[in-house]
C-alpha cells in the first residue's frame, strides 16, 4: 500500500543532531510519522460523523463543515487519503470515501498528485474513481493524461467520471478521445460528453458533433448541441443548416430558440442568404414578441438591418388601431426594439406609455428598470436614481442592468446613485 511521504529523509537527517547513524533514519520517520498520524487523527475526530451523511441530502451543511475541516491544512492529507479505499461494496465505506475525496478537493490536489497516480492503480474501485474526482481539480498535464487514458481504456463508469473531470480542465488535448462518443447510443454517456464539449469547445469536434445532432433523439439533450456550436463553430454554413432544422419542429421551447436564433448569428457566415430567409420567416409568420426581436437582431449581425425596420413598422402599425392604443404590451414590445437599436428618447417615451397603461405591478417595475437605463445615457442622474428608487431597485437588478448595457457603470459611479447601491447592503448586514 502506498505512502505519503511530507518530509523527505534527508530533511530529518539536516534537523537531527550529528551523531544520529543514517541507518536509523528509516525508524526515526516512522516514529515521527506515528506521532503526526496521532495529530491528525485527533484533530479530524469532532467530524467523523460529518463524513458518513449522505451527501446528497446533506450538501449545503456539508459544503460548510467541509470548508472548516480544509482549514486545518494539509497535515490531514495522508488521513484523508487512506479512507479514499473502502472495502468494495460498502455503501457506508463509500460514502465516507466520497465526502473525504470533497475535502481533499479544498487542499489543491497536485500537491498530492502522486497519491492520486497510485490510487488509479490501486485495485479498489472506490479509490480509482474517487481520484479520478480529484484529478477534475488539478491543472496539470500529467493529470490530463492520465484522466485520457481512463477515457480510452477505462470502464464506463471511469470514463463518463474521467469525462467530468476532463470538463473541469476544459482540456482540448482530450477531444481526439471523447468527440467520437457523441455518437454513443447510451444517453448519460452522450450527456457527459456534450457537457465536456461544451466547456473546452474544441473545433475540430464540430464535424462528428453535426453528424451526431442529425440523429439525436433525446430532445433535452439538443440545447447542448447549440451551445457547443455557439462557441465552437464560427462562419460555418454546415452548422447554420444543422441548427435552422431545429427551427421547423417543437423539440425546442420558445426560449431554447430564442437562444438558437442568437447562436445562429455567430454560427452562420455573415449575408448567408439561407440564414437570414429563415430569420425573415419568423417575422414572416408573425413573431413580434422576444424570438422576433432576436430575430432581427440576429438579421443585423449578419449584415440585414431590414428586420429591425420591419418588426418596429409592424408594431407602430399595430399602436395606430384603436383596440390596442391603451395596450401596454404593444408599448413594451417597441421600446425593447429602440433599447436594442440605443434610441433611448423612443424608448423612453414607450415605457412611459407601459406604466400609464400596465395594470401588472412586475411590468410597471420593469419598465422604471429600463427608464432608469435610458436616463442614463442621457446623463441624466437625478432621474436615474428617481426611477431605480421608485423600482425599489436591488443589487441583483443593477448587476443585470450592467450586465445587458455595460455603460450604466457611469451611473454606478455617480455619488447619489453609489449611495444608494451601498444602501442596498444594509439589511443583509444586519441580518448577520
Not at 476532463?166 to 482540448?172: A, I, V
Amino acid at each position: 500500500m502506498w505512502t505519503v511521504r511530507w518530509l523527505p529523509l534527508l530533511a530529518i537527517a539536516c534537523a537531527l543532531p550529528a551523531q544520529v547513524l543514517l541507518r536509523d533514519l528509516p525508524i526515526l520517520a516512522r516514529g515521527r510519522a506515528d506521532r503526526s498520524r496521532a495529530v491528525q487523527e485527533q484533530a479530524l475526530q469532532p467530524y467523523w460523523q460529518d463524513f458518513a451523511l449522505d451527501y446528497r441530502t446533506n450538501a449545503s451543511y456539508l459544503d460548510k463543515q467541509f470548508r472548516t475541516i480544509a482549514a486545518l491544512g494539509d497535515n490531514v492529507v495522508p488521513l484523508l487519503l487512506e479512507k479514499l479505499q473502502p472495502l468494495q461494496g460498502s455503501t457506508n465505506t463509500r460514502i465516507l470515501a466520497g465526502n473525504c475525496r470533497r475535502v481533499l478537493e479544498l487542499l489543491d490536489p497536485i500537491s498530492f498528485l502522486d497519491a492520486i497516480a497510485e490510487l488509479l492503480t490501486s485495485g479498489n474501485d472506490t479509490a480509482r474513481q474517487e481520484g479520478l474526482h480529484l484529478l477534475g481539480h488539478t491543472q496539470n498535464l500529467r493529470a490530463e493524461q492520465l484522466l485520457i487514458d481512463a477515457v480510452d481504456h477505462g470502464s464506463q463508469e471511469d470514463r463518463e467520471i474521467a469525462i467530468s473531470s476532463l470538463c473541469q480542465l476544459k482540456s482540448k488535448a482530450a477531444a481526439a478521445s471523447i468527440s467520437p462518443l457523441v455518437t454513443s447510443p447510451d444517453r448519460n454517456l452522450r450527456e457527459a460528453v456534450l457537457d465536456y464539449l461544451v466547456a473546452a469547445a474544441p473545433p475540430s469536434s464540430v464535424p462528428v458533433v453535426l453528424q451526431a445532432l442529425a440523429s439525436e433523439t433525446e430532445a433535452k439533450l439538443l440545447m447542448s448541441y447549440v451551445d457547443y456550436l455557439g462557441a465552437a463553430a464560427t462562419d460555418n454554413d454546415a452548422a447554420a443548416k444543422a441548427l435552422m432544422l431545429l427551427l421547423d419542429n417543437d423539440r425546442l421551447d420558445y426560449n431554447d430558440k430564442k437562444r438558437l436564433v442568437q447562436v445562429l448569428a455567430k454560427v452562420a457566415p455573415r449575408g448567408n442568404d439561407a440564414t437570414c430567409r429563415r430569420l425573415h420567416k419568423l417575422l414572416d409568420d408573425g413573431d413580434i414578441d422576444s424570438l422576433g426581436l432576436q430575430s432581427a437582431l440576429s438579421l443585423r449581425t449578419l449584415g440585414d438591418s431590414s428586420g429591425l425596420k420591419k418588426l418596429k413598422n409592424v408594431l407602430s402599425d399595430q399602436l395606430k388601431k384603436s383596440q390596442l392604443r391603451r395596450d401596454s404590451k404593444t408599448y413594451e414590445r417597441r421600446a425593447n426594439i429602440y433599447l436594442a437599436t440605443e434610441e433611448y428618447s423612443e424608448a423612453s417615451d414607450d415605457l412611459e406609455k407601459v406604466i400609464e397603461f400596465s395594470q401588472s405591478a412586475q411590468t410597471t417595475r420593469k419598465a422604471q428598470l429600463n427608464l432608469a437605463r435610458c436616463e442614463a445615457h442621457k446623463k441624466r442622474w437625478s432621474k436615474v436614481l428617481d426611477y431605480l428608487q421608485r423600482a425599489s431597485a436591488t443589487l441583483e437588478d443593477l448587476a443585470a442592468i450592467n450586465q445587458e448595457d455595460p455603460s450604466f457603470q457611469e451611473a454606478l459611479q455617480q455619488d447619489k446613485i453609489r449611495a444608494f447601491k451601498e444602501g442596498l447592503k444594509m439589511p443583509k448586514e444586519k441580518s448577520r
